[in-house]
DNA sequence: ATCCATAGCGCC
DNA sequence: AGGGCGCTATGGAT
């Protein structure tokens, strides 16, 4: 396999083959079609960003299948654990994370266009994390971990490129079934309006607006209720005829004003929404995404995400991804053998470790994010009593956070550490003369960070899990049918794809998506037992999958066959 | 007019 | 008194 360092300029775009030495530049508009060329040869792709190049070469028709983002893998090499030594480049342009760049293209008048490396730059980056790599003890996580992010990278800008299928006529329809038709000149649907007037009449205040928490607790308390904020759940304990419309205007206003008609008009283009998807957005390496609010479509909602006539989405999430990829981190085989079949929570009950599926994750998720309360406090001692490996893996990096110390996923990404402000506040404690309101906050907030590194571990690597199984998928789904005519990605949500396929190729896309989940699960726990159960569907309608993924999961249990795995071709296979 | 922090709620 | 986000409206500050 050849790798070829791509550069680029305003108009320009510089190549060279690492293998020779002689560069080849190129009229940016050539680029598609060259890169074309190269990448039917088997080029694998080395350049800094892949967000300078790729989003014009698909609008070209050039789909590309490996590359290395250096920007996204020298993020993570410059924090990780796992490098013998830490990562060291003279050159300052790699320092920048991808997410300080986003900061950057902020829709302002001043739009800087992007930094970019020089061919020499992204030639020495390259070399410089290739041998940092090698020298690694973990070398091989590593490498799987920067090919499943270069991968992503891809991913990310394909997603956007297609798009999720969104058929605005269904969404309007939802609308007006909930609020009303859409108002002509502005001003509130019906529903909302009339929902105001009787709050408006039940609390005696005809001028109030529900929308500003200030102006409603006030008009709460001329009432006689003493709430302390506007919550929802608060609210909800208080005994009052305006409670009732009041909580259904929140709801529905918030509907309007985050997915409402504006929200379409804006985002959905030729019947796709196309969010912006940031590979590592968030700091245990999942993605964040821009425009659109993509990571939270309401699920009332998922009805207008609809297949395209002749084609089926195929929906899978990735059941209780969480604490199945703790069970297999630390090599819990009890906790393992609770995750066989298709509810974990319900194995805790089987196992006779708690009474309830209620119970089991209730605990299970104070386990992961550290509750020390409630009812989820409570339960701790009996999961740690009956998964001593797996809840010890958590205590663990809670400990280390709460002493300021860096924790590592699975794979090699590490945690950032707490600002300066965190650790003068500890030392300040620690000294004799420190006051007890002192050390109390230093407590507290060695506690917040515990709790923080204690979910990193696990998100983290459960963010690992669903990139190498993402990177898989869009392998297989590429060998199946014609490029036209073929299943591709078009969702993905932490834990959660849609493909958009042919309906004819559905069972093909279906089997690929297992597949591929076996495969990211051998590749990252090797022979360790764990079941990474899937929640599978093919639909119409996004709709489609949620009541039955309820009931699944209340009630039944579904089996998954471990069948044998192929090789991969995306990751780094020593 | 524009920036910023906060409250609140949607998703995992 | 549970981890991670994005987004909107509000209201005070500039």
Same mark, same amino acid.
Request: glycine share 8%; charged share 25%; aromatic share 6%.
């Given at each position: 396999?050849?790798?070829?360092?791509?550069?680029?300029?305003?108009?320009?775009?510089?190549?060279?083959?690492?293998?020779?030495?002689?560069?080849?530049?190129?009229?940016?508009?050539?680029?598609?079609?060259?890169?074309?060329?190269?990448?039917?040869?088997?080029?694998?792709?080395?350049?800094?960003?892949?967000?300078?190049?790729?989003?014009?070469?698909?609008?070209?028709?050039?789909?590309?299948?490996?590359?290395?983002?250096?920007?996204?893998?020298?993020?993570?090499?410059?924090?990780?654990?796992?490098?013998?030594?830490?990562?060291?480049?003279?050159?300052?342009?790699?320092?920048?994370?991808?997410?300080?760049?986003?900061?950057?293209?902020?829709?302002?008048?001043?739009?800087?266009?992007?930094?970019?490396?020089?061919?020499?730059?992204?030639?020495?980056?390259?070399?410089?994390?290739?041998?940092?790599?090698?020298?690694?003890?973990?070398?091989?996580?590593?490498?799987?971990?920067?090919?499943?992010?270069?991968?992503?990278?891809?991913?990310?800008?394909?997603?956007?490129?297609?798009?999720?299928?969104?058929?605005?006529?269904?969404?309007?329809?939802?609308?007006?079934?909930?609020?009303?038709?859409?108002?002509?000149?502005?001003?509130?649907?019906?529903?909302?309006?009339?929902?105001?007037?009787?709050?408006?009449?039940?609390?005696?205040?005809?001028?109030?607006?529900?929308?500003?928490?200030?102006?409603?607790?006030?008009?709460?308390?001329?009432?006689?209720?003493?709430?302390?904020?506007?919550?929802?759940?608060?609210?909800?304990?208080?005994?009052?005829?305006?409670?009732?419309?009041?909580?259904?205007? $929140? $709801?529905?206003?918030?509907?309007?004003?985050?997915?409402?008609?504006?929200?379409?008009?804006?985002?959905?283009?030729?019947?796709?929404?196309?969010?912006?998807?940031?590979?590592?957005?968030?700091?245990?390496?999942?993605?964040?995404?821009?425009?659109?609010?993509?990571?939270?479509?309401?699920?009332?909602?998922?009805?207008?995400?609809?297949?395209?006539?002749?084609?089926?989405?195929?929906?899978?999430?990735?059941?209780?991804?969480?604490?199945?990829?703790?069970?297999?981190?630390?090599?819990?085989?009890?906790?393992?053998?609770?995750?066989?079949?298709?509810?974990?929570?319900?194995?805790?009950?089987?196992?006779?470790?708690?009474?309830?599926?209620?119970?089991? $994750?209730?605990?299970?998720?104070?386990?992961?994010?550290?509750?020390?309360?409630?009812?989820?406090?409570?339960?701790?001692?009996?999961?740690? $009593?009956?998964?001593?490996?797996?809840?010890?893996?958590?205590?663990?990096?809670?400990?280390?956070?709460?002493?300021?110390?860096?924790?590592?996923?699975?794979?090699?990404?590490?945690?950032?550490?707490?600002?300066?402000?965190?650790?003068?506040?500890?030392?300040?404690?620690?000294?004799?003369?420190?006051?007890?309101?002192?050390?109390?906050?230093?407590?507290?907030?060695?506690?917040?960070?515990?709790?923080?590194?204690?979910?990193?571990?696990?998100?983290?690597?459960?963010?690992?899990?669903?990139?190498?199984?993402?990177?898989?998928?869009?392998?297989?789904?590429?060998?199946?049918?014609?490029?036209?005519?073929?299943?591709?990605?078009?969702?993905?949500?932490?834990?959660?794809?849609?493909?958009?396929?042919?309906?004819?190729?559905?069972?093909?896309?279906?089997?690929?998506?297992?597949?591929?989940?076996?495969?990211?699960?051998?590749?990252?726990?090797?022979?360790?037992?764990?079941?990474?159960?899937?929640?599978?569907?093919?639909?119409?309608?996004?709709?489609?999958?949620?009541?039955?993924?309820?009931?699944?999961?209340?009630?039944?249990?579904?089996?998954?066959?471990?069948?044998?795995?192929?090789?991969?071709?995306?990751?780094?296979?020593?």
């Amino acid at each position: 396999m050849e790798e070829i360092a791509v550069a680029v300029a305003d108009d320009l775009v510089v190549l060279r083959s690492l293998g020779g030495a002689s560069d080849e530049t190129i009229d940016r508009s050539a680029a598609p079609v060259r890169l074309g060329e190269l990448e039917r040869a088997g080029a694998r792709w080395v350049w800094a960003d892949t967000r300078e190049l790729y989003p014009e070469l698909l609008r070209a028709g050039v789909r590309l299948e490996r590359c290395v983002d250096l920007r996204l893998c020298h993020a993570i090499l410059a924090a990780s654990t796992y490098l013998a030594e830490p990562l060291q480049s003279s050159d300052t342009f790699w320092d920048r994370s991808p997410a300080e760049l986003l900061e950057d293209e902020q829709p302002t008048l001043l739009a800087r266009p992007m930094e970019r490396a020089d061919l020499d730059q992204v030639v020495a980056e390259h070399r410089l994390q290739t041998a940092a790599v090698a020298d690694s003890p973990h070398r091989h996580r590593l490498r799987l971990l920067l090919a499943a992010e270069s991968a992503g990278a891809l991913i990310a800008a394909e997603l956007h490129h297609h798009g999720l299928p969104f058929d605005v006529a269904v969404h309007d329809r939802q609308l007006t079934e909930l609020l009303g038709p859409k108002p002509r000149f502005g001003g509130r649907p019906a529903v909302l309006e009339g929902l105001l007037g009787e709050i408006r009449t039940a609390l005696g205040q005809p001028g109030l607006n529900p929308d500003s928490p200030p102006e409603l607790l006030r008009a709460l308390h001329t009432v006689g209720l003493d709430a302390t904020s506007t919550r929802q759940w608060e609210l909800s304990k208080l005994d009052h005829p305006a409670i009732a419309p009041l909580l259904t205007y $929140k $709801k529905l206003s918030r509907l309007l004003s985050a997915n409402g008609w504006g929200w379409a008009d804006q985002w959905v283009r030729d019947g796709r929404f196309r969010p912006e998807y940031v590979p590592a957005g968030v700091v245990t390496g999942r993605w964040a995404t821009r425009g659109g609010g993509a990571l939270q479509i309401p699920k009332l909602l998922r009805g207008a995400v609809t297949a395209e006539p002749g084609w089926r989405l195929v929906v899978a999430d990735a059941a209780q991804l969480e604490p199945r990829v703790l069970a297999a981190m630390a090599s819990d085989h009890r906790l393992a053998r609770a995750a066989r079949g298709g509810d974990l929570y319900q194995g805790l009950v089987d196992e006779g470790v708690v009474e309830t599926r209620a119970k089991a $994750k209730v605990a299970m998720l104070g386990a992961l994010y550290g509750a020390t309360t409630g009812e989820s406090g409570q339960l701790m001692p009996r999961l740690i $009593k009956a998964y001593p490996r797996a809840t010890g893996l958590v205590e663990d990096a809670a400990r280390a956070g709460e002493r300021g110390e860096v924790v590592t996923t699975w794979l090699g990404r590490s945690s950032p550490r707490p600002g300066p402000w965190w650790y003068e506040g500890q030392n300040a404690a620690s000294q004799p003369e420190a006051g007890p309101t002192e050390q109390r906050r230093a407590r507290q907030q060695a506690r917040d960070w515990g709790r923080f590194t204690r979910n990193f571990v696990v998100q983290g690597t459960a963010a690992e899990w669903a990139l190498c199984w993402m990177a898989d998928l869009r392998n297989r789904l590429a060998t199946l049918g014609p490029p036209d005519d073929r299943p591709y990605l078009v969702y993905f949500l932490h834990d959660e794809i849609i493909v958009h396929t042919p309906d004819r190729l559905a069972d093909q896309a279906e089997h690929s998506v297992r597949e591929a989940a076996h495969t990211a699960t051998r590749l990252m726990f090797g022979d360790f037992e764990i079941d990474l159960a899937l929640d599978l569907a093919t639909v119409t309608s996004y709709a489609e999958t949620e009541p039955a993924a309820d009931i699944a999961a209340e009630l039944e249990t579904s089996e998954e066959s471990l069948e044998p795995v192929d090789q991969t071709g995306w990751s780094a296979q020593a």
